[in-house]
């Protein structure tokens, strides 16, 4: 009777280290990459408040960011009696036209605020005197058109209500309570609450 020969089967212990390392190396890579999208979108829709000026180490102040006149430079902006909210966009960024129907929205509910949308693709001097990195990113100025705060990606609802209500706290907190000057009673009377939604860019 002829016999054949056992075909030996590679163990389990054998295995090659190159492969073992590469393994391991995209476990690693994977791991990585979920940690950076983690955080790169864990406050994504937050309001990030904006300091007007801070010191530095050598004592000397930081220039203030552009405020909302700079704005106007480029696009046509009436200031809301309460905030005004700029978001930049680009023509095909989905969150872009998400975030702008919901402060649009928002604008429609309260003549005080005041809502434009600039296209940052046509604006690219506005995006990096901003420091604008992603879209879509709002801007929030207070009536006296100082840049209070700025909200990275779409923001929920709830998210641009706490934004808003931060930024009227910031309002008052840094603005004199004129109800107190008889000599402001007739400017009081000159405040435009008009409701201004401008979209200015690619149709959406």
Not at 65 to 78: E, I, K, M, S, Y
Not at 131 to 136: A, D, I, N, Q, Y
Not at 137 to 162: E, K, N
Request: with cysteine.
């Amino acid at each position: 009777m002829r016999r054949h020969a056992a075909v030996g089967r590679p163990s389990l212990g054998a295995v090659d280290p190159d492969v073992l390392f590469r393994a391991s190396a995209v476990v690693a890579l994977l791991g990585l990459t979920s940690f950076a999208w983690w955080f790169a979108t864990r406050r994504r829709g937050e309001l990030r408040p904006v300091r007007t000026r801070r010191s530095t180490s050598a004592g000397r102040r930081e220039p203030a960011p552009p405020t909302l006149d700079r704005v106007r430079t480029a696009v046509a902006v009436t200031a809301g009696a309460r905030a005004t909210v700029v978001q930049i966009s680009a023509e095909y960024c989905s969150p872009c036209r998400r975030s702008a129907a919901l402060w649009t929205d928002l604008v429609a509910t309260d003549p005080a605020l005041a809502f434009v949308e600039v296209d940052g693709g046509q604006h690219l001097d506005l995006t990096r005197e901003f420091g604008v990195l992603s879209t879509p990113t709002s801007l929030l100025f207070d009536t006296d058109g100082t840049l209070v705060g700025r909200i990275g990606g779409a923001p929920t609802r709830v998210q641009a209500t706490q934004a808003l209500a931060h930024s009227a706290n910031t309002i008052g907190l840094t603005r004199p309570n004129n109800s107190t000057d008889p000599n402001n009673s007739a400017g009081s009377a000159g405040t435009d609450n008009s409701t201004t939604t401008d979209r200015i860019g690619a149709e959406r």
